[in-house]
């Protein structure tokens, strides 16, 4: 499967972005998709996915209440809604593709990546 991700950019503080994962080949619906961020200078980190159907999402403690993962299997779109940024968020984000359960992207590497996108967060 390929993934592109788009919709980084530049924002203020406490504003909105929605990025979006675009996927092709395989069939988008088997897997469960997600996305990681890598801030400069740190490890990349996991901060949501979601089942194909949606109906099982995972996030990344930290970012919950602000942060929110869908999709559109119609579309072969994967989204993240981000409110309320902060300074910190600025980061490259990434959008994947794996196997098996929400829960266990957060622990276990993704199959596939895409590349990512830049969002930057000013104060």
């Known amino acids: 499967v390929q993934l592109q991700a788009s919709g980084g950019g530049l924002v203020q503080t406490g504003g909105s972005l929605r990025l979006s994962c675009a996927a092709s080949g395989r069939t988008f619906s088997s897997y469960v998709m997600g996305w990681f961020r890598q801030a400069p200078g740190k490890e990349r980190e996991f901060v949501a996915a979601?089942?194909?159907?949606?109906?099982?999402?995972h996030y990344a403690d930290s970012l919950k209440g602000r942060f929110t993962i869908s999709r559109d299997n119609a579309k072969n779109t994967v989204y993240l809604q981000m409110n309320s940024l902060k300074p910190e968020d600025t980061a490259v984000y990434y959008c994947?593709?794996?196997?098996?359960?929400?829960?266990?992207?957060?622990?276990?590497?993704?199959?596939?990546w895409g590349q990512g996108t830049l969002v930057t967060v000013s104060s």
């Open positions: 994947a593709a794996g196997f098996g359960t929400a829960q266990a992207m957060g622990a276990i590497p993704p199959d596939y």
């Open positions: 979601i089942t194909w159907s949606g109906g099982s999402i």
